[in-house]
T-cell receptor, first 111, second 116 residues
């Protein structure tokens, strides 16, 4: 079945540092979504990618749709304390109108 | 304001009791979803519904039941058959899928269920 692996599982960084995380799939996706979940809340969509090679930014966040269509990357520049949370990648399931979520990357920003 | 509401935020139940989690949306979305979240395991799909009066099992439907009698509401019942019901439960909704795009899912704030 489809699997989405995210790495790293967790990160501890100093405020102001840049962050990189990635998501790899066992199968090809035609859409990649990146969500952020604040502690105790529901996930919120950060960036959606619809085309292989696409690079999209949302403020300090930049995400890329890998050219193999089996991976995606999320970068956060100049991290701040409110970046703390869990970042999930997600992609549509084959033949179904719902999403498959990765296991998440937990980010901690040290002031 | 438009959005998804889940109530209550925290719920405690004794083992062996059924419990129903509420999910309401006023976004006029056709599709609704229920996920379960455990530490380190991401979001796992329990049930989803594309239209009123229709729903499908997700990856971990055993021990759960749902209904979709109204477009705005998609309640989840955690039955006594669910072996490990303690978890964080998230409801989501999305608009009708457009050709060539996947519409984002909007999530509610979640309900943390603890079974004692």
């Amino acid at each position: 079945g489809q699997q989405l692996n995210q790495s790293p599982q967790s990160m501890f960084i100093q405020e102001g540092e840049d962050v990189s995380m990635n998501c790899t799939s066992s199968s090809i996706f035609n859409t990649w979504l990146w969500y952020k979940q604040d502690p105790g809340e529901g996930p919120v969509l950060l960036i959606a990618l619809y085309k292989a090679g696409e690079l999209t930014s949302n403020g300090r966040l930049t995400a890329q749709f890998g050219t193999t269509r089996k991976d995606s990357f999320l970068n956060i520049s100049a991290s701040i304390p409110s970046d703390v949370g869990i970042y999930f990648c997600a992609g549509p399931r084959t033949g179904a109108n719902n999403l498959f979520f990765g296991t998440g990357t937990r980010l901690t920003v040290i002031p | 304001d438009g959005g998804i509401t889940q109530s209550p935020k925290y719920l405690f139940r004794k083992e062996g009791q059924n419990v129903t989690l509420s999910c309401e949306q006023n976004l006029n979305h056709d599709a609704m979803y229920w996920y379960r979240q455990d530490p380190g395991q991401g979001l796992r799909l329990i049930y989803y519904s594309q239209i009123v009066n229709d729903f499908q099992k997700g990856d971990i439907a055993e021990g759960y039941s749902v209904s979709r009698e109204k477009k705005e509401s998609f309640p989840l019942t955690v039955t006594s058959a669910q072996k490990n019901p303690t978890a964080f439960y998230l409801c989501a909704s999305s608009p009708t899928r457009l050709a060539g795009y996947y519409n984002e899912q909007f999530f509610g704030p979640g309900t943390r269920l603890t079974v004692l």
